[in-house]
Nanobody
Framework: QVQLVESGGGLVQPGGSLRLSCAASGTTFSTMKWYRQTPGKQPELVAGISSGGITNYADSVKGRFTISRDNAKKTVSLQMNNLKPEDTAVYYC???????????WGQGTQVTVSS
């Protein structure tokens, strides 16, 4: 059974940092991504990373967020620095199966940036 389990969310003050982690199991994965969603809005792509380590970021997080992965451990992480109130959202881990025929989502972790 494929599972994606996120951890690391929480409450942080503006300018602070958080690190999200996603532990994947059950198969091997190609692209892995982080999305975020606020109430009433569609999920927004935050960052993605290929199995070879090629990354891409939303313009709103470039220079502040860093995505990384460990293929051996099947984990993907999102280091978030200089957090802003507008980064407040539920963050979801996403992964494509190695053959790109299936996609999987984690259960989400809340990130709240507030003073």
């Amino acid at each position: 059974q494929v599972q994606l389990v996120e951890s690391g969310g929480g409450l942080v003050q503006p300018g602070g940092s958080l690190r999200l982690s996603c532990a994947a199991s059950g198969t091997t994965f190609s692209t892995m991504k982080w999305y975020r969603q606020t109430p009433g809005k569609q999920p927004e792509l935050v960052a993605g990373i290929s199995s070879g380590g090629i990354t891409n970021y939303a313009d709103s997080v470039k220079g502040r967020f860093t995505i990384s992965r460990d293929n051996a451990k099947k984990t993907v992480s999102l280091q978030m620095n200089n957090l802003k109130p507008e980064d407040t959202a539920v963050y979801y881990c996403y992964a494509e199966r190695y053959d790109r025929l299936r996609e999987y989502w984690g259960q989400g972790t809340q990130v709240t940036v507030s003073s």
